[in-house]
Structure formats: C-alpha cells, structure tokens
C-alpha cells in the first residue's frame, strides 16, 4: 500500500511525459506542459493552503493562484527541474504565511521568510532521502501519535484527506487556531525526524 | 546538552553539508529523545525542509477531487502568466524590431517639450523617454505598427521598445479595468533603446482575457523608481511628477482591445 502510493506519487503526468521533461517544455513556454503540472500539483498545494483553518476558500484560492503564477513565471530559474513539486509548496506555504501573517499582522514570520527564501533552492538540492524513505518516516510518525485529538486531527487531514483543516475544526468544535496549531505541531515532529535522517547521513559521511 | 538544540546556524550547516560528522552524530541521538524544545523552533521557523515536507505529508492522504481544480481557475493562473511571454519564434522579433526603428528621429522633440513644460530641477532628473509599441498577431508573422488608440484583437499581443535620451531607471505600467501591473523593470546605463525582455529574451504582452481600454505607461527617471512612485500613478500623466530625486518622465501609449 505504501509502495503503491510512493509510485502515485511519481506517476507519469497526465500526458505521458515525465517530470523533468515535463517541467523542462514548461519553462519553454509550452502551454500544455504548464497545464499538466497546474493538474498534478494543484491538489497539494490546496492541501498547503487548507491545512491553515484562519485561512478562508478565497485565501486558499489566492494562494493557489499565486504559488502557480510564480512558479510558472520562474520556472527557467530553477535549477534542478525535478524538484519542482517541492518547489512550489514552498512557494505556496510562503504565500499562506503572507496571508496568515496578515490575519495576525505578525510581521515576524515574513522577516524569518525573507532570511530562508534566497537559500532555499540549494538545500533543497542536496535533501533527498527517497521518495519511499520519506513516507516511511511520515507514516512512522502518524502512528507514534499517542491516541486523542491531535492524532484524530491528523488523520482527518493528512490520512483521510478530504476536509480543509476550517472544516475539521468545526467538526470537532474546536478552534480554529488550534487545529492549525495540531498541524503545524505534527508537522514539526515530521521535521524533526527528517532532521535526523540528515543528521545520520551527515554522521555516516566519515564513516 | 542544550548546546545541542536546533538553531538556525545548526540547520544551515546541518542542510549545507557544512556540520561536522561527529556533531551530525550527536544531533542525530538528540533529535531522536524528541526533544520539545527543538520542535518549537521548527513550528517556529520557516525553513527549507518545508517544501519536502509538505510533498511527503501530500503523498499520504487519498485523493482528494475537491482540490482538483478547474479551467475558470487555470484561466486566470494562465492570463497572468502569459502577461508577459517570451517570443517562441526569434525570427519574430527581428521582425519586430526592425518595424520599430522606422520610427525613430522623435526623442528630440520630446526632451525639448518636456523641458519646456516641467521646473528646471526636475526637467534634468526626470529622463526624457518614448515608448513605441508594435503589435504582434497570433498564429502568423503579421506585424504592424502601433498607434496609441487604435482597436486590437484580444488575440494579439504587443512589442515595446523604450527609448531614452540619458541613463535612467525604467518602470512600464499596464493600467486598466482596474488593474495595475508593472509589466517591466530594467536601468539602462546609457542613452538609447531597449526592448522589452522576460529572462533576457525579448518578450510581447499578450492581451488575451483583457477587454477595453488598456494603457501602457512608462516611467523614466534619473533615480531609482519605487512602489510609491508607481502607486502614484493615475494623476497628471503625461507630464511627469515628484520632487527632487523622486521627478520622473512618463510617455504613454494606450489601446482598446476588443
């Protein structure tokens, strides 16, 4: 099951081309290949944008179109083609923060965007643990989750998948800071452990 | 051990490769106790692992058709895309700039009415400019000449060439049905011409999805053009405006796409 949902991941586009080359007619102005990758990847750069409940419809919208916009517009700059999925949920998780942090008018976060954005595509370059290696970890990580309503938020959204987290918190007649909060604590738990992939190549380097 | 907890020095040099193997170790067993500490900086701080973490999370859930999309929206993702698109076919723009030279022998004219009509210290600062345009039908190598005014197809597309008589900073602004976008940003560091280029390429401005009166403005100054002078836009053009390093030059052409 999760092997097969690895290879989904990676599956041909819906025109049969690969992903490089895909992204390669892309940023040569194909208008084909750009509609393909919008088809490929609009689903979890929604799923990027619904994960923040404080987020409505018309600003998950907003950070769809944006993130597409930019990413296409830049595509001749990126470097390593084959990245460009998480390419463009960085993109669409800066532009949620934007939206978010204007909600909050929390200036911060913006600042803390600016200092990672110039630097972002190199580390990207070199972090690749594999495809199956990846959702091992996220997998390992959701059943690790001590039963209660963090793990029951998690499943709903990342697992099941088919609620914003706005909707799950009025399901669950919680907050909606709060299921954004259970989120992005998953999330970093997710970090943390890839963190430590890295951290044991970087240790097996000398070895 | 709390020299060993996440910063963003230790995740830089972590990512870049840069750590050291034996701290690599030792951060390794660290992370691994799920140290809570270490968890509120990463909620805290956007970071480069967000992108792969986000594509992993992504491959979890079941598919979901909701967040599909749809054509109205691509649409609008694939106008503001294609605003402003390199030409495919380089031929096409020889083509194009050849057309737009027949039109030179202007600028003179231009500086001495600008200098004539603006205060003297900001007649110097703000760099006399022309803008000309040519416009580019689709599917064909059909090129004309632009006339500020005229009617064209949506289905066209439009060339600009900036002329300038000093060095000066150039900012061209699409105003219309509301909108205001800066199309084009460059500093030209001599008297003379420039194209209108995207990623170093010459580049034409699809008009597809804009109806009515569309008006291309550019501004030219000897200083560095900010947001707020652009938002300034809308009074006085053609006339140029500001004080002191801000004076700016503008030159208009318009069209009503039909």
């Known amino acids: 099951m999760a092997h097969d949902r690895a290879n989904r991941a990676r599956a041909p586009s819906p025109d049969g081309a690969d992903e490089v080359q895909l992204v390669a007619r892309a940023a040569e102005g194909d208008g084909a290949a750009q509609r393909a990758l919008y088809e490929r990847y609009r689903p979890a750069v929604s799923r990027v944008a619904r994960s923040f409940a404080e987020l409505d419809p018309d600003d998950v919208a907003d950070v769809v179109q944006e993130s597409f916009v930019r ?31 204007r909600h909050r008018a929390a200036h911060e976060v913006l600042e803390k965007l600016k200092q990672v954005a110039g630097h972002a595509e190199p580390f990207l370059e070199r972090l690749d643990l594999g495809v199956e290696a990846e959702h091992e970890l996220v997998r390992r990580t959701i ?39 259970r989120l992005e604590r998953f999330r970093a738990k997710v970090k943390m452990k890839l963190l430590a992939e890295v951290a044991k190549l970087r240790g097996d380097e000398s070895n | 051990m709390s020299s060993l907890h996440l910063t963003e020095d230790t995740c ?14 030792e951060l390794r067993r660290h992370l691994a106790r799920e140290c809570e500490a270490c968890e509120a900086f990463l909620l805290a701080h956007p970071d480069p692992l967000d992108g792969p973490v986000d594509e ?15 054509d109205l929206e691509y649409a609008r993702i694939e106008r503001r895309v294609r605003r402003l698109a390199p030409f495919t076919r380089p031929g096409l723009w020889a083509a194009a700039a050849a057309l737009l030279l027949v039109f030179s022998g202007a ?46 197809s949506a289905e066209a597309s439009l060339a600009f060439r900036i002329e300038v008589s000093r060095p000066a900073y150039l900012v061209l602004v699409r105003l219309g049905e509301g909108e205001r976008d800066v199309l084009f940003r460059a500093h030209l560091a001599h ?4 194209d209108v280029s995207e990623g170093g390429r010459p580049a034409a401005f699809p008009l597809n999805g804009l109806r009515g009166l569309q008006r291309f403005l550019l501004l030219a100054s000897a200083g560095p053009i900010g947001s707020s002078d652009v938002l300034a836009l809308g009074q006085g053009v053609g006339e140029g405006w500001g004080a002191g390093e801000k004076a700016v030059a503008v030159d208009e052409v318009e069209v009503r796409v039909e």
């Open chain 2, 107 to 152: 600028l003179v004219f231009v500086e001495k009415s600008w200098r004539a009509g603006g205060e003297k210290g900001q007649a110097l600062l703000a760099v006399p400019a022309r803008l000309r345009f040519a416009v580019v039908e689709p599917g064909s190598r059909a090129l004309a000449r632009g006339e500020s005014g005229q009617r064209v």
């Open chain 2, 12 to 25: 830089r040099r972590l990512l870049s490769g840069e750590i050291h193997p034996e701290q690599a170790r």
């Open chain 1, 71 to 101: 990413a296409l517009r830049n595509l001749r700059g990126l470097k390593n083609q084959e990245r460009f999925g998480r390419w463009i949920l960085a993109i669409a998780r800066n532009r949620a923060l934007t939206l978010l942090a």
């Open chain 1, 143 to 181: 059943a690790e989750l001590a039963e209660g309503p963090e793990k029951e938020t998690v499943r709903l959204f990342y697992v099941e998948g088919g609620l914003s987290a706005r909707e799950i918190a009025e399901r669950l007649g919680v907050g909606k800071s709060a299921i954004t909060m």
């Open chain 2, 191 to 194: 008297a003379g011409e420039i």
């Open chain 2, 56 to 70: 992993a999370l992504g491959r979890v859930a079941k598919p979901s058709g909701e967040a599909r999309g749809d």
